[in-house]
RNA sequence: GCCGGUGUAGCUCAGUUGGCCAGAGCAGCUGAUUUGUAAUCAGCUGGUCGGGGGUUCGAAUCCCUCCACCGGCUCCA
């Protein structure tokens, strides 16, 4: 008998060469339908393998992680049984699990899949589902193998097989597809009830640019159909809010042909919101210590050598700008920070000095690849909220703890309440990569992990992560439906200080080498009102919205009374509009609505009489009641405060 | 950049076995209506059918090419 450890603690006693499925089964049948797989010592296994030895066990279901993409993992393969049967001649590649189901990469031949296809291949899938096909491990040696895939003439699998060691190596059979592959896998096909292809797309092999493109096609599965029924509604809702689509209804912002690919028009609603957002940030940044800088959108070239810059982004950024005469180079500004060297030596420093904050909203040009572009989120010019810190190296913990400061101030004002921040690190397999001396690498990854512990942050540790010039924080962000977003970077940096031969004169009248640190709460302006769109689904909070209030008169004898309101929002700092047409409530109500703007103040015969507004809220539907204006002032003004933490 | 898809009015979309002057709703303009909590009525304006080239008696529709947009191109059995 051998000693089995359940995750809650207890210890179950089974015969050596049981199986987990066999343990599931003896705890329960409701846990032997849903079990999808087995994690034995920290190791996922199919749940018909035998336990050996004593273990710990845990059971996994659609509701863990490893359940969950071992079921998609195993969907893959039925894909690829499906494709196999429809499409003879197929050769495959590789088919992992990914966040969101699964794809396969898959050699058509010259034969083009297109989303036209989508729907008999799920069919397929669904028919070998229903089959019940069990999943069979199968070890076998190298030479079998190889011999196996030269007779099916997969050159893919055969280069895989190059890279295993033989006695290592596995085959997976469900029904008639046998795939070259680690496992594990749920116990058979049945389990799939629902499976959704959702795109295809070129994918070059290994993911290497100069090698030949595969098609990749991605699907996911669900064991029940109504799991389907919901992920394609959160799928929905995302095309609802997104940003692109929301930009447009909202008059946000715009892009052109004619302006250029990945360059943004800032409409006047958008800009509003936009420069609000800058505003708050300057404001918090001033109380922060942070000091305004600005420098111009374009520099000599020599500036960009100076920074490593030219050398490792040259020749993929836009292309230089030759004076007329005299033939100098100059580069668009790609980064802010080279000019905030620059600021930082116009003169010597004393340590008496540090910390230098330099924040400026600066305006960038990068040239991304065409395909890469995307709405708001990937663009060739955008502003960062940038600032960069001097300091030493002893102050870089309490400067790390401030922005940290910063950022949770900002996350709490615009509602962002689940993040982690993610603490980069060295690869200590690989310490030569990174510049900077190892006592100040470690000064700095101990000083970012014990202020964000401090600080209450959840976080998670990458090793390898780091980037060569210093160890950096990001923090990621849920939205509102569940989705992560990469936003603020707290990035320590030991090299360009070193480039630049930043100094600064101690008390021990040495010079010695600042740290800089970048930081970028927002990241960019033009990212973060994308992510923020549709975090909110394009109803702003009332502090940000570009308009806050339309005053609705119910005819047009009340219109004098409604210029009047007008006014005195106005003069209230309340951003309000006034709607004069001659259409009916009803109409002015909808559009108002469909603008989200967050307060409609209907006025008419009563309201006129009485010096009062009818209120009604955006999304809230019919009439709130009626209150004087001055209190209605009152309202907007204290949620402002309130929203603001002020 | 590469693979696949898409491109018709400001917006959302119809129109493709090639064939009368290319359509609708919304928006805009004009007029009427002066309205009480999500669409008042009528008329009008607006389109190089993404650009260029080709096939054809004839092209939004077929072919080539360029451009833009959308989904991917990190996940190594």
Not at 331 to 337: E, F, I, Q
Request: net charge negative; hydrophobic share 35%.
């Amino acid at each position: 008998m051998i000693n089995v450890t359940l995750p809650d603690g207890s210890v179950r006693q089974i015969e050596k060469g049981t199986s987990s499925f066999e343990v599931a089964r003896s705890i329960s049948e409701g846990l032997a339908r849903n079990v999808l797989a087995a994690e034995v010592n920290g190791e996922i296994r199919d749940l018909s393998r035998p336990i050996e030895s004593d273990c710990t066990l845990r059971l996994l279901t659609w509701e863990e992680d490893g359940g969950k993409s071992t079921f998609w993992h195993s969907g893959a393969h039925v894909m690829a049984e499906a494709l196999e049967l429809l499409y003879p001649g197929v050769k495959f590649w590789v088919g992992p699990p990914v966040e969101n189901g699964f794809y396969y990469d898959v050699d058509f031949g010259g034969m083009v899949f297109s989303d036209k296809d989508f729907e008999a291949l799920e069919e397929k899938m669904l028919e070998l589902g229903r089959n019940e096909n069990e999943y069979v491990r199968k070890e076998i040696s190298k030479a079998d193998a190889i011999a196996y895939f030269t007779e099916k003439g997969d050159p893919y699998k055969l280069d895989l097989l190059e890279n295993l060691e033989d006695g290592q190596i596995t085959f997976y059979t469900q029904g008639g597809f046998t795939d070259l592959c680690r496992g594990p896998h749920i116990p058979n096909t049945s389990f799939i009830k629902a499976v959704k292809i959702m795109n295809v797309a070129g994918a070059y092999w290994k993911g290497d640019e100069k090698n030949k493109q595969l098609t990749r096609i991605y699907g996911i599965a669900f064991p029940k159909q109504k799991q389907l029924k919901e992920y394609l509604e959160l799928l929905e809702e995302a095309r609802k809010r997104d940003h692109r689509k929301l930009g447009k209804e909202l008059d946000l912002f715009h892009f052109s042909e004619k302006v250029g690919q990945g360059l943004p028009l800032w409409l006047p609603k958008g800009a509003e919101l936009r420069s609000r957002l800058e505003t708050f940030l300057k404001e918090a940044q001033r109380k922060a210590g942070y000091q305004p800088v600005i420098t111009p959108h374009i520099a000599n070239k020599e500036l960009y050598v100076t920074s490593g810059h030219f050398a490792k982004y040259g020749a993929d950024s836009f292309q230089p700008i030759l004076t007329p005469a005299e033939g100098e180079v100059y580069l668009l500004k790609p980064m802010n920070c080279p000019h905030h060297c620059e600021i930082y030596k116009s003169r010597p420093r004393s340590y008496k000095d540090l910390p230098i904050r330099y924040a400026e909203f600066g305006t960038v040009y990068r040239y991304e690849q065409s395909g890469e572009l995307h709405g708001l989120t990937r663009v060739r010019g955008f502003t960062q909220d940038d600032a960069h810190i001097f300091c030493t190296v002893d102050q870089v913990k309490k400067e790390v703890g401030k922005v940290i400061d910063l950022v949770m101030y900002i996350f709490d004002v615009l509602d962002f309440k689940d993040y982690v921040a993610q603490v980069s690190l060295r690869d200590p397999d690989n310490p030569a990569k990174y510049i900077g001396s190892d006592e100040n690498w470690e000064k700095a990854e101990r000083s970012i992990q014990e202020i964000a512990n401090e600080k209450g942050l959840k976080t998670v540790v990458e090793y390898g992560e780091a980037a060569f010039y210093g160890p950096k924080l990001d923090f990621m962000v849920r939205d509102a439906i569940g989705r992560k977003w990469q936003l603020g970077t707290v990035q320590i940096d030991y090299n360009l200080p070193e480039r630049f031969e930043l100094d600064y004169v101690g008390a021990d009248n040495a010079r010695h080498r600042p740290v800089m640190i970048h930081r970028a709460p927002f990241g960019s302006m033009e990212r973060f009102v994308a992510i923020l769109i549709e975090h909110c689904a394009g109803k702003f909070p009332l502090w940000l919205t570009p308009e806050q209030v339309k005053i609705i008169p119910v005819g047009e004898r009340f219109n004098e009374y409604a210029s009047e309101l007008l006014e005195v929002l106005k003069n209230s700092d309340i951003r309000a509009l006034l709607d004069l047409r001659a259409e009916k409530v009803g109409k002015k109500i909808r559009e108002a609505e469909l603008e989200k703007i967050p307060f409609m103040l209907i006025v008419g015969e009563e309201e006129v009489a009485n010096n009062t507004v009818s209120v009604r809220k955006q999304g809230e539907g019919g009439d709130l009641g009626t209150m004087s204006i001055e209190d209605f002032v009152n309202h907007i003004n204290s949620e402002v405060r309130k929203m603001l933490k002020q």
